[in-house]
């Protein structure tokens, strides 16, 4: 996978996806954001990918959407770049296999909006989250106000997104938006150890819960449980479940 602002790999079934505009500390302009939608349309559709890391090259994560392009948007042009960003992260969000944000740097407004469509967000002391936007004269547009609340809370997101200010990664920890804190020499090795793990698993099953997790959210607790009956009752079609039960019932004979 060739693009101009990132840099692909595959190793061991986990794909690493870095963002690769550091002189722009990897701000989202619309070619990184068509870039990125590409390149997860194609993972998903790469049954030898059973997992994400995304990441971002030099200092930064993510340091938001690009503000010299978006400062001349008109509101139809900023509707039709929100709409782009959205879209994107939705298919990061429902992709089939999970998506581990390993936060190098800054996570700022479009930054902190993608590390949310990840699964989950593991971040280097050196990580800075928030979402700046309404000291620029603009509300979140990439799914901030959403994604934020349903991960910390409503209070919490009210507070930094009205605040405008930025926390460090222990405090985002302390807030629930990142799943671990570690050095950041350690912050890819950590991240790939993860996926590592999960990939040991197996795949329709972690697919599986994703969606029950995604989709439950979305809904009623009595619909949300009919989605993972559902969705439990599917793995019993599959090769794995048969495999792995066997296996256990199986040690030591
Ligand atoms: N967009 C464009 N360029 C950027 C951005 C950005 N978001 N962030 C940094 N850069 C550029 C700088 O302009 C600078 O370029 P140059 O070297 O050519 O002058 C280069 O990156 C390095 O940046 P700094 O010199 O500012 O580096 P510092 O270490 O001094 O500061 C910061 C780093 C604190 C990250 C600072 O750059 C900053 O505050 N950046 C902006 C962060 C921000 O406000 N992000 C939110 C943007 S709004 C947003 O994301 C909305 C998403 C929804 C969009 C919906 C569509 C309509």
């Known amino acids: 996978m060739d693009y101009k602002n990132l840099l692909v790999e595959v190793d061991s079934s986990i794909a690493t ?3 690769n505009r550091p002189k722009a500390l990897n701000a989202l302009n619309t070619e990184t954001v068509k870039e990125l939608s590409d390149c997860f349309e194609k993972i998903e559709n790469d049954d ?3 997992a994400v890391i995304l990441t971002g090259e030099g200092r930064s994560f993510v340091a938001g959407a690009d503000i010299a392009e978006m400062s001349k948007m008109t509101p139809a042009q900023a509707k039709e770049f929100a709409n782009a960003g959205m879209s ?5 969000e429902k992709l089939s296999k999970p998506v581990i944000a390993a936060v190098n740097g800054f996570a700022l407004g479009g930054g902190c909006e993608i590390s949310m469509s990840c699964d989950m967000r593991i971040a280097s002391t050196k990580a800075l989250f928030g979402q700046p936007e309404v000291g620029l004269g603009i509300t979140p547009g990439f799914g901030g106000t959403q994604r934020l609340q349903r991960l910390i809370g409503q209070g919490n997101a009210k507070y930094l997104i ?3 200010q930025n926390i460090k ?3 985002a920890y302390e807030m629930g938006l990142v799943q671990e804190v570690v050095e950041p ?3 890819y090795d950590r991240a790939k150890e993860i996926a590592t793990q999960i990939v040991k698993n197996a795949k329709a099953a972690v697919s599986y819960a994703k969606e029950a997790i995604n989709t439950g959210n979305q809904v009623d607790i009595d619909s949300a449980m009919k989605v993972e009956e559902n969705l439990f009752a ?12 066997d296996k256990f019932l199986n040690k030591g004979k």
């Open 169 to 171: 990664a222990d405090k």
């Open 48 to 50: 030898s990918i059973l």
């Open 88 to 92: 994107t992260f939705r298919k990061i």
């Open 17 to 19: 996806v870095k963002i």
């Open 162 to 164: 009205y605040t405008a």
């Open 185 to 187: 020499e350690k912050l």
């Open 234 to 245: 599917m793995c019993f079609s599959t090769q794995d479940q048969k495999e792995r039960m």
